[in-house]
């Protein structure tokens, strides 16, 4: 924060010296000579400038690439600080320096910030890698649940969609806490909270590159495979289940599967939600439950 | 016993150290704006340190409304319900645990519920196999229909499970269209829900009232409901407007009480009769229609009686014109009626 302060602090200063040394050096237009419309049009880019400027400090990490677009920015919004200044001179009267300072800034910016836009993809790539096993290259943050920072049952709608429409087998894992609203009595809900978090976490780093976890509703998650036997999707609900467990809950699972050859291709995500949650339901009504301490 | 009045819109007669005390706790458990949730509600943080501190509906449903747009995701009516047993304390949560079974714990809440969750109605229907609970509207505005109902049914699937450590057989049937958190359903009501329906009714098998609790005490609960009856009659309201009027209407379902019939009842002239239930942002016309309806059902589906008895008994001029009406009520005809509280389970 004290970093954009400082830089929020030179950027004015530098503002404030390039205008006193027009001031001292060149001669002011006459008021009828100014033309409003040149300044509101000009005007309007710098102060568009600045706003990116703003934007981009306040929604990206540090790093190489955030440099090179705030290199970018800053020169392209200096370029424009100087066309804005030159409406108010008389041209003759204004300096060699001036000329160069209004004409060299834009172009040099606006490379830089092509290269710093063009190392931002490849950075992105590396982070939709990343977070393959929690979005699957379809992003909409409207989507992600603030707790877990998973996905929620909408975008799990969506890839389900996108994927019955493929020729490929699809399976669905529904696991649910069991008795997490206990949890959240007696530890407390912050305790509670990160148990979820927890299990997200956990979810999310042992699927395969292209599956998919998401926050179905409260203590439910749901899990999408794709390209899987019935076998493996069985082995691997059971192994998602067990390795809930150090975590220090336990949880049920149920999954619902249909192969590439399915005879019902318009089979929708609704339906396949539903039968998950009906075979979850079952599951939960055959458990024994533990007696209260 | 203490005569008690009819709460109307302003009147504070909400406990706040329940539902408000918990929302305001979840609140601040997740960091969110304190200033945000309470604008414009009248409510001040250290109010809620007071004991028997208490609010209006207009307030309640002012501090909802804050609550559900400010809330990241579309569950706080469930995540509040899955607190309700929890969270109260004192003599109604004491009876419950202490109840025998389920059965039990139902008449007790049903007789009690005012006490702490007045924006309800309870009425109970019975056929051969089921118990029927219709659940309506007390002293919520009908814009939160929707939170209301969410936060019932989870608190009482909830404490269902909570107390009788079992899982929850029943079915639900809602009043308004499958909206879009229908996930949440899923996960805290189960998966017998059916939207669209003409009234939200909780239907489930009477073999679950035997449902034996854990905690079964007999001189707790002996102890709870001399407690909570006190209580009871000392309060100053027992029941709102709205399900007042409606009471009202159903009890002389067979003579067509109008506005100024009720009023008269009430004490109130017709024209303060209507402007107290604005408040509440409902109509005569609308409880009146609510009261028609229910009676109808009631009439189609446990009774099995036919249309021209009916339209006799809810003085239609004669089926066709009930036929209608009750096409505008529901979207359906009657006919479509006659097994709905039988074909569920």
């Known amino acids: 924060m004290t970093h954009s302060y400082k830089l929020a602090i030179s950027i004015l200063l530098s503002c404030a010296a390039l205008l006193s040394l027009c001031l001292v050096q060149a001669q002011l237009k006459p008021t009828t000579d100014v033309d409003w419309l040149d300044i509101t049009a000009e005007g309007a880019l710098l102060l568009l400038g600045l706003s990116w400027l703003v934007l981009v400090l306040s929604a990206r990490p540090g790093g190489r690439v955030t440099q090179l677009l705030l290199i970018g920015l800053l020169g392209y919004s200096l370029g424009c600080y100087m066309d804005l200044l030159d409406e108010f001179f008389i041209n003759d009267s204004l300096p060699s320096w001036f000329n160069l300072l209004e004409k060299l800034p834009t172009p040099i910016g606006l490379v830089t910030l092509t290269i710093g836009l063009w190392l931002w993809r490849e950075e992105q790539t590396t982070i939709n890698e990343q977070l393959r096993t929690r979005e699957q290259f379809y992003r909409q943050h409207q989507l992600v649940d603030h707790l877990t920072q998973l996905c929620d049952a909408r975008a799990m709608r969506h890839q389900l969609n996108q994927h019955l429409r493929r020729p490929h087998a699809i399976a669905l894992i529904m696991i649910d806490l069991d008795n997490f609203n206990q949890i959240n009595r007696q530890q407390g809900f912050t305790q509670g909270d990160q148990l979820l978090t927890n299990v997200a976490q956990m979810l999310a780093s042992q699927l395969r590159s292209q599956d998919l976890v998401c926050r179905y509703a409260g203590d439910r998650f749901v899990v999408m495979l794709t390209h899987c036997s019935e076998a493996f999707a069985t082995a691997m609900a059971q192994e998602l289940v067990t390795a809930i467990a150090p975590l220090g809950c336990q949880a049920s699972q149920a999954i619902s599967y249909t192969s590439s050859q399915d005879a019902q291709p318009s089979k929708s995500a609704e339906q396949l939600i539903e039968q998950v949650n009906q075979n979850l339901e079952r599951v939960k009504r055959a458990q024994q439950w533990p007696k209260a301490g | ?345």
């Open chain 2, 1 to 345: 016993m203490k005569r008690a009045a009819i709460a109307y819109a302003d009147d504070k007669c909400i406990d706040s150290q329940l539902l408000v005390a918990n929302l305001v706790a979840l609140f601040r458990q997740r960091g969110l704006s304190m200033i945000t949730l309470l604008a414009g509600t009248a409510i001040f943080e250290q109010d809620l340190n007071q004991s028997g501190h208490k609010i209006s509906a207009v307030q309640l449903n002012k501090l909802l409304d804050n609550a559900i747009k400010q809330w990241p995701s579309d569950d706080l009516a469930f995540i509040l319900g899955q607190q309700w047993l929890p969270a109260q304390s004192g003599p109604l949560t004491q009876g419950l645990l202490c109840c025998k079974h389920f059965g039990q714990a139902q008449q007790f809440w049903q007789r009690y519920h005012w006490l702490t969750q007045p924006w309800l109605q309870i009425s109970r229907w019975q056929t051969p196999q089921q118990q029927h609970l219709l659940i309506q509207q007390d002293l919520g505005m009908p814009q939160l229909q929707r939170f209301f109902m969410e936060l019932s049914l989870s608190s009482l699937v909830a404490s269902f499970k909570s107390l009788s450590r079992s899982r929850w057989h029943g079915h639900f049937s809602l009043p308004y269209t499958a909206p879009s958190n229908i996930d949440q359903y899923y996960k805290y009501l189960g998966d017998s829900i059916k939207f669209e329906q003409p009234i939200c009714v909780v239907s489930f098998d009477q073999t679950i009232d035997q449902q034996p609790f854990e905690m079964a005490n007999r001189q707790g609960l002996w102890q709870a409901n001399r407690q909570i009856r006190r209580l009871y009659l000392n309060s100053d309201f027992r029941i709102g407007l709205p399900a007042m009027v409606r009471r009202l209407m159903l009890q002389q379902i067979h003579s067509n009480q109008s506005l100024p019939d009720i009023a008269a009842q009430l004490s109130l002239s017709p024209a303060t009769l209507k402007r107290r239930l604005k408040a509440f942002n409902i109509s005569f016309q609308q409880l009146q229609d609510e009261a028609k309806l229910q009676h109808a059902i009631y009439l189609i589906a446990i009774n099995g009686d036919s249309n021209p008895h009916i339209a006799k008994q809810l003085k239609f001029a004669d089926s066709n014109n009930f036929r209608r009406s009750f096409k505008r009520w529901t979207g359906k005809l009657p006919s479509n009626f006659k097994y709905w509280l039988t074909s569920k389970i």
